[in-house]
């Protein structure tokens, strides 16, 4: 399985219609360049994920501008794409900040609300809702779990993905620069305790004021880094073994050890 994340820069100048054409665009160059499987978008890409001020008039409907555009994007590329998240508009509810998955014909495959809101008293703890349900999708290679930024800091949400089958673990992110240090400590651990690959995909540039961390990175099973990016607009592209997931499980099998929460099922 290739994955290619895309590491968008995202330029507070550039108005959020133009991003959107210009990351569609990268879709199907990555694509047709790299030919992976899984495309991956960070995070709030629309309008930067501390741009807090432009959630609610740049909010959308779930089927909305980017959900049309990245499901075309992705069935005109012919890949697994999650299209990282948007700020979604309910029309019967508050906001949320929602993944969106597509399949490689196009169709949607999840829709997923992050559940843990970054903010404390403030901005999208206070602007947005909390989502409940945990989402995993399931593709020819590997059963995908959904996480969104501020997630990665809460392993039951992990343990939970475990339990449902996840093998790969999906995260985009708006990660800070002033703590990039405990974004890849954070990704590094989720893969070595639950014995699975953690693709985790954020953003470059600035997001009204607040500078990002880059750095998107995918370790393995054992908690290695197979690759890494820099600080700004990267792509970064990584063959990925699926069979590794089981066979680390197998040679040391410290899921079946578990005593508090629900066991992992037996392989």
Same mark, same amino acid.
């Given at each position: 399985?290739?994955?290619?994340?895309?590491?968008?820069?995202?330029?507070?100048?550039?108005?959020?219609?133009?991003?959107?054409?210009?990351?569609?665009?990268?879709?199907?160059?990555?694509?047709?360049?790299?030919? @992976?499987?899984?495309?991956?978008?960070?995070?709030?890409?629309?309008?930067?994920?501390?741009?807090?001020?432009?959630?609610?008039?740049?909010?959308?409907?779930?089927?909305? =501008?980017?959900?049309?555009?990245?499901?075309?994007?992705?069935? !005109?590329?012919?890949?697994?794409?999650?299209?990282?998240?948007?700020?979604?508009?309910?029309?019967?509810? @508050?906001?949320?900040?929602?993944?969106?998955?597509?399949?490689?014909?196009?169709?949607?495959?999840?829709?997923?609300?992050?559940?843990?809101?970054?903010?404390?008293?403030?901005?999208?703890?206070?602007?947005?809702?909390?989502?409940?349900?945990?989402?995993?999708?399931?593709?020819?290679?590997?059963?995908?779990?959904?996480?969104?930024?501020?997630?990665?800091?809460?392993?039951?949400?992990?343990?939970?993905?475990?339990?449902?089958?996840?093998?790969?673990?999906?995260?985009?992110?708006?990660?800070?620069?002033?703590?990039?240090?405990?974004?890849?400590?954070?990704? /590094?651990?989720?893969?070595?305790? !639950?014995?699975?690959?953690?693709?985790?995909?954020?953003?470059?540039?600035?997001?009204?004021?607040? !500078?990002?961390?880059?750095?998107?990175?995918?370790?393995?099973?054992?908690?290695?880094?197979?690759?890494?990016?820099?600080?700004?607009?990267?792509?970064?592209?990584?063959?990925?073994?699926?069979?590794?997931?089981?066979?680390? /499980?197998?040679?040391?099998?410290?899921?079946?050890?578990?005593?508090?929460?629900? @066991?992992? =099922?037996?392989?």
């Amino acid at each position: 399985m290739r994955a290619s994340l895309i590491q968008i820069a995202v330029d507070e100048g550039e108005p959020v219609n133009s991003r959107r054409a210009r990351v569609s665009s990268l879709v199907r160059e990555v694509a047709a360049r790299e030919r @992976p499987d899984l495309v991956v978008l960070p995070e709030l890409w629309t309008t930067g994920a501390f741009a807090y001020e432009s959630f609610t008039a740049e909010a959308e409907p779930l089927e909305g =501008p980017t959900y049309e555009a990245m499901a075309k994007a992705a069935g !005109d590329a012919g890949v697994w794409l999650h299209a990282g998240s948007i700020p979604e508009r309910d029309p019967e509810g @508050p906001l949320y900040n929602t993944s969106l998955v597509f399949s490689p014909t196009g169709e949607p495959a999840a829709a997923y609300r992050k559940i843990h809101r970054f903010g404390f008293d403030k901005g999208e703890a206070v602007l947005m809702g909390a989502g409940s349900e945990l989402a995993t999708v399931r593709t020819p290679a590997a059963t995908l779990g959904l996480a969104t930024c501020y997630d990665l800091r809460f392993p039951e949400l992990f343990r939970g993905l475990v339990d449902a089958g996840a093998e790969m673990f999906v995260v985009p992110a708006g990660w800070p620069a002033r703590r990039r240090e405990h974004w890849t400590l954070l990704a /590094r651990a989720r893969a070595v305790e !639950d014995q699975v690959y953690v693709l985790a995909c954020g953003t470059g540039g600035t997001h009204a004021g607040v !500078d990002q961390a880059g750095h998107s990175v995918v370790v393995d099973p054992w908690g290695e880094v197979l690759a890494e990016a820099g600080d700004g607009e990267e792509v970064l592209t990584v063959d990925l073994d699926p069979a590794r997931v089981a066979a680390t /499980r197998e040679q040391f099998p410290a899921l079946k050890d578990r005593v508090l929460g629900t @066991p992992a =099922p037996r392989r």
